[in-house]
């Protein structure tokens, strides 16, 4: 029953692509073409989600077969408004035409092979951009920049840099080389520390095996910390017992220790340099909605002083608009991942930035401040569901704390 609904949205708006193909082109192969790879789609979408594998699984053949589907969905949708409101144009015209008695002919075959042209034109551009970003976009790594001011910056931290990286779902990859590559970059950027703030894996610890000696090449002077998110405590895949699933999550733990990362489970710790020192705060994942909230905020800051400089790690940035804003301590910069900036977007720096995610997330991508408090929401590393990104790039920050006043 729940494919019936998706199923006939894609089966009514292939009709109308079908439609303007036929239009363009008498070429009856380029038809064939289009209907067996339509039906080979939406086919192969629904083998996926019948088979064995568990149905909260999203990477491999279920990722693709989800690229694919939304590629082809998008290039019907935007055909199918398009042809639909030709259609009604028409309708209304005949039924002005037979009650007026108007003779002219309210049809023109030259002017429907105009629309549908258009149509396919502009429903290219999605086309072509999601099927891009499964082949190139998913691992277009891009290192963004940031300066900070505080006035009540530590002075041995004036300059001090952090590489912040979220979201690596391991479980989704299938390139070693490329992983590599980025695992390199952040090492590159010889910042002084780095974060992780979650979401190590999809939804098993196993999906780490391969890839441990790879993400344990991460270094840093002051070392590699991180924190939980969502997807790593394995709430998303049915286990035989509440035990297999808790030795899933101390597992998860485990191989954060083995690649040298300082996992934080509602802790701090103090980064300390020339007799002065940065609190380091590291909460579980605290989500708004229906997200597992493990996250203590209150319990991660015991033993912090108030005067203390503060790095806050949290998974999901609604955490820091529902809790931390307002929280009696001062938290002057959030690390935050979560929502991959939908891993679908326009961004153009000084221009504009958007993405569909802004409608869930009111903090979703980049640096924010709100009461003299920043965060910073990586786009994250890796990729879930959609194997691909479209405008939304995997990011790796770096952000630079400076000394001085706040800029407005």
């Given at each position: ?114 629309i549908s042209q258009i149509a396919i034109g502009l429903a290219a551009i999605p086309f072509s951009s999601l099927l891009y970003g499964m082949y190139k976009g998913r691992y277009n790594y891009k290192v963004l920049k940031y300066t900070l ?51 190590l894996v999809n939804n098993r610890a196993s999906e780490m095996y391969e890839w441990k000696d790879t993400f344990s090449k991460l270094t840093a002077k002051d070392g590699v910390f991180s924190v939980l998110g969502n997807h790593d405590y ?129 903090h979703w991508a980049g640096i924010y401040k709100e009461k003299g408090q920043y965060i910073n929401v990586n786009r994250g590393f890796g990729y879930l569901a959609y194997p691909g990104r479209v405008g939304i790039w995997p990011e790796i ?12």
């Open positions: 029953m729940r494919w019936i609904i998706p199923a006939l949205i894609y089966v009514l708006t292939t009709v109308y692509g079908f439609q303007a193909l036929k239009t363009i082109t008498k070429n009856t192969w380029v038809h064939y073409v289009f209907l067996i790879v339509s039906l080979l789609v939406i086919g192969n979408l629904i083998y996926q989600f019948n088979t064995g594998a568990e149905a909260r699984n999203l990477s491999g053949a279920r990722g693709y077969a989800i690229g694919f589907f939304l590629s082809f969905l998008a290039f019907n949708l935007i055909i199918t408004p398009i042809l639909l409101g030709e259609d009604i144009f028409r309708f209304l015209k005949g039924v002005y035409t037979s009650v007026f008695g108007e003779k002219q002919p309210f049809y023109l075959p030259s002017r429907r092979k105009f001011h505080f006035p009540d910056l530590p002075d041995a931290f004036d300059g001090y840099k952090l590489s912040h990286i979220s979201d690596i779902h391991s479980g989704s990859f299938d390139n070693k080389e490329k992983i590599g590559y980025a695992v390199d970059l952040v090492n590159e950027q010889k910042s002084d520390v780095i974060f992780f703030t979650g979401d394995g709430d998303y895949v049915q286990w035989d017992s509440a035990k297999d699933k808790k030795d899933n999550l101390d597992e998860l733990k485990a191989i954060q220790k083995e690649i040298g990362f300082d996992l934080l489970l509602n802790e701090n710790r103090y980064l300390e340099k020339d007799g002065e020192r940065l609190a380091l705060v590291g909460v579980e994942n605290w989500g708004k909605g229906g997200f597992k909230k493990a996250g203590d905020l209150a319990k991660a800051s015991k033993q912090i002083e108030a005067n203390d400089f503060k790095i806050l790690l949290s998974h999901d940035p609604s955490h820091w608009a529902e809790k931390v804003i307002d929280d009696q301590n001062h938290y002057h910069l959030t690390l935050s991942g979560h929502t991959h900036g939908m891993q679908f977007g326009i961004e153009i720096p000084g221009w504009i930035k958007w993405s569909p995610v802004k409608w869930r997330y009111r920050t770096v952000i630079e704390l400076k000394k001085g006043k706040q800029i407005a």
